[in-house]
T-cell receptor
Framework: DAGVIQSPRHEVTEMGQEVTLRCKPI?????LFWYRQTMMRGLELLIY????????DSGMPEDRFSAKMPNASFSTLKIQPSEPRDSAVYFC???????????FGPGTRLTVT | AQSVTQPDIHITVSEGASLELRCNYS??????LFWYVQSPGQGLQLLLK??????LVQGIKGFEAEFKRSQSSFNLRKPSVHWSDAAEYFC??????????????FGAGTQVVVTP
């Protein structure tokens, strides 16, 4: 298996632009997690899905952030409009029911100027 | 409330020396426990996990961890570190409440620097 796939690996955008981050979980996994990592705040869980349904989005910073999972093999995290304080590394991870072991993707490094 | 504490933000160790990273948790029951490693520019990789049974668990890359219920600890050890062990290490607890099933709560991480 190729593991969790994220794209793009790096994204540089200007303040106010829309940013879309993509994630393909490991086949057969039914949990998908979006995290954000910064020096100041560490690793934060933004939202997670079970069987494509959002279970907990309490970590989403504000309405500018949205996430979808239209099917079991694809999820997006969208920021609109983006702001410099959104600059961070965004990770996607997946796991399957009964096993808390989360498999992480390589991350997307987002820079908002 | 559940919490995971890694008391050491930064540790410097000489190559070939032993390493121990501390992790304490606060949780109402015996949780699932994990250690992850993050090399620079990489995602997190699972080193080892504890669900039940033998309290000393072996992981990848020569790491082991010991669960001590009385101390609410799950410390990570390696007898002899290699330069490639320089990374950030995260302890995590699996939350098993009805509304948190599947979630992991991560500690703040410990940065390990390996000197020649």
């Amino acid at each position: 298996d190729a593991g969790v796939i994220q794209s793009p690996r790096h994204e540089v955008t200007e303040m106010g632009q829309e940013v879309t981050l993509r994630c393909k979980p490991i086949s057969g996994h039914d949990y998908l997690f979006w995290y954000r990592q910064t020096m100041m705040r560490g690793l934060e869980l933004l939202i997670y899905f079970n069987n494509n349904v959002p279970i907990d989005d309490s970590g989403m910073p504000e309405d500018r952030f949205s996430a979808k999972m239209p099917n079991a093999s694809f999820s997006t995290l969208k920021i609109q409009p983006s702001e410099p304080r959104d600059s961070a590394v965004y990770f996607c991870a997946s796991s399957f029911v009964g096993n808390y072991e989360q498999y992480f993707g390589p991350g997307t490094r987002l820079t908002v100027t | 409330a559940q919490s995971v504490t890694q008391p050491d933000i930064h540790i410097t160790v000489s190559e070939g020396a032993s390493l121990e990273l501390r992790c304490n948790y606060s949780y109402g029951a015996t949780p699932y426990l994990f250690w992850y490693v993050q090399s620079p520019g990489q995602g997190l990789q699972l080193l080892l996990k504890y669900f039940s049974g033998d309290t000393l668990v072996q992981g990848i890359k020569g790491f082991e961890a010991e669960f001590k219920r009385s101390q609410s600890s799950f410390n990570l050890r390696k007898p002899s570190v290699h330069w490639s062990d320089a990374a950030e290490y995260f302890c995590a607890v699996g939350l098993m409440t009805t509304d948190s099933w599947g979630k992991l709560q991560f500690g703040a991480g410990t940065q390990v620097v390996v000197t020649p």
